[in-house]
C-alpha cells in the first residue's frame, strides 16, 4: 500500500489505464497545456502527446459528441466536464445518446465513455457554479453514476469505469482532492453497484452521499459517546445502487438517514426512501429522515451557506430525535 491524495489517484489512474491500453484518449477544457484546473491530468500532454491528450473548444456538446465518435471507433475517451454545472450544456449528447446507443442497436455497438467532472457544493462560487444534482441523472437508463469518496475507490472505480463498456458519470468534489489515504501499488478495479460499509452499528444507519460522509464520520463517534450506535453505508455508485446492503442495514437497525447535499425535494434521499418504504418498511422504529439542501439556489455569502449545507450538527439532533 501506498499513502497517496484523492487527486493524484485520479492522475495515476489516467496515466496507468493510457499505457495500459493506447485505445485510451483524454478531452477536455483546459486539460492538456495547462494540466486541468485542478492539476488532475498533471504531466499527461508531456508523455502522452497531443494525439491523446486535446485541449478541446469551449462547448461541453461537442466534447460529449466528439467522445461519443470516438467510441463508436474503438476508442475509450475519458471526456473532463469542468463543473456539473455544465452538464446541461451536452444534455442533448449525454441524456438522449450516449446511454442510448447500445441498447439502440441491440448490444452491437459500445460505449465506453467515462466523463468526469467536480461539483462545488458549500463553496461560494455562486448559484450556477455549485450544483449537485445526481438524481437528474439516476433518471437516465444505461448511465452509470459514481461518486468516490476516498483515494482507493476514486482509483478503483475509475479504472472499472474507463475498462467498462457503458457510459459512465464520474463525480468528483474539490474537497476531496487533498484528501490522502492508502492505495495498493498492484493493479485493482472496484466493482460498480457494491457499496461500501464505513462503519458498522446497531441502532440506525446513514446512508452517507459523497461529500457528507465525513459529516457523519463525525457525527457518529459523537453519538458513540452518547451511547447511540451508528452504521454508515457509502454507496460508491448510485447506479447501479446496492440496495441490498441498504435494505440489510435497515432490517439490522430499524432506522435510517439519507445525508447528501443536493436539494430535498426529488433528491437521492427521496429515491432511497422509496426503495425502503417498498422493501422493508416493516421493519421501520422511526420514520426515514433526509438531511439535504433546502430547494433554493446555492447562496453565495457564507453565512447563508452554514445554514443551507448540511452539517454534523444536523446529522446529530436528527439521529438523537429518531432514537428517542
Given amino acids: 500500500m501506498k499513502e497517496i491524495t484523492y487527486l493524484q489517484a485520479i492522475n495515476d489512474t489516467l496515466r496507468e489505464e493510457m499505457e495500459r491500453d493506447k485505445h485510451v484518449i483524454l478531452m477536455g477544457e483546459d486539460i492538456a497545456a495547462f494540466e486541468g484546473i485542478y492539476k488532475a491530468t498533471k504531466g499527461l500532454l508531456k508523455k502522452f502527446g497531443s494525439e491523446r491528450v486535446r485541449d478541446t473548444p469551449i462547448s461541453e456538446n461537442a466534447i460529449i459528441g466528439a467522445a461519443i465518435g470516438a ?3 474503438g476508442f475509450r475517451p475519458v471526456a473532463e466536464i469542468m463543473g456539473m454545472d455544465f ?68 482509483k478503483g472505480l475509475l479504472k472499472t469505469s474507463i475498462r467498462g463498456n457503458n457510459p459512465t458519470l464520474f463525480l468528483e468534489t474539490p474537497d476531496f482532492y487533498n484528501m490522502k489515504g492508502p492505495v495498493p501499488i498492484e493493479d ?30 463525525s457525527a457518529a463517534n459523537k453519538l458513540q459517546d452518547m451511547g447511540i450506535s451508528v452504521m454508515i453505508i457509502d454507496p460508491r455508485t448510485l447506479s447501479p445502487l446496492d440496495k441490498g446492503t441498504i435494505i440489510k442495514a435497515v432490517k439490522k437497525t430499524g432506522r435510517i438517514l439519507i ?17 425502503v418504504a417498498e422493501e422493508a418498511i ?24 452554514d445554514q443551507y449545507m448540511p452539517t454534523e450538527q444536523k446529522i446529530i439532533d436528527a439521529i438523537k430525535k429518531m432514537t428517542t
Fill in 188 to 217: 485493482y478495479t472496484v466493482p460498480f453497484g457494491e457499496a461500501r460499509i464505513v462503519k458498522d452499528g446497531d441502532d440506525v444507519v446513514i446512508v452517507a452521499i459523497s461529500l457528507t460522509i465525513p459529516m457523519a464520520i
Fill in 259 to 275: 445525508s447528501s447535499v443536493d436539494c430535498k425535494t426529488g433528491g437521492v434521499g427521496a429515491e432511497i426512501s422509496a426503495i
Fill in 71 to 73: 467510441a463508436l471507433i
Fill in 87 to 154: 452538464l446541461n450544456e451536452c444534455a442533448d449528447q449525454l441524456i438522449n445518446h450516449l446511454p442510448k446507443i447500445h441498447f439502440m442497436s441491440g448490444g452491437k455497438l459500445k460505449m465506453p465513455v467515462t466523463i468526469r467532472c467536480h461539483y462545488g457544493t458549500g463553496e461560494n462560487l455562486g448559484a450556477q457554479h455549485t450544483q449537485f444534482f445526481p438524481a437528474f441523472y439516476m433518471n437516465i437508463p444505461g448511465l452509470n453514476i459514481a461518486l468516490p469518496s476516498t483515494p482507493y475507490d476514486a
Fill in 282 to 305: 416493516d421493519y421501520l422504529d422511526a420514520p426515514v429522515i433526509r438531511i439535504a439542501t433546502p430547494d433554493i439556489p446555492s447562496p453565495f455569502t457564507h453565512s447563508l451557506l
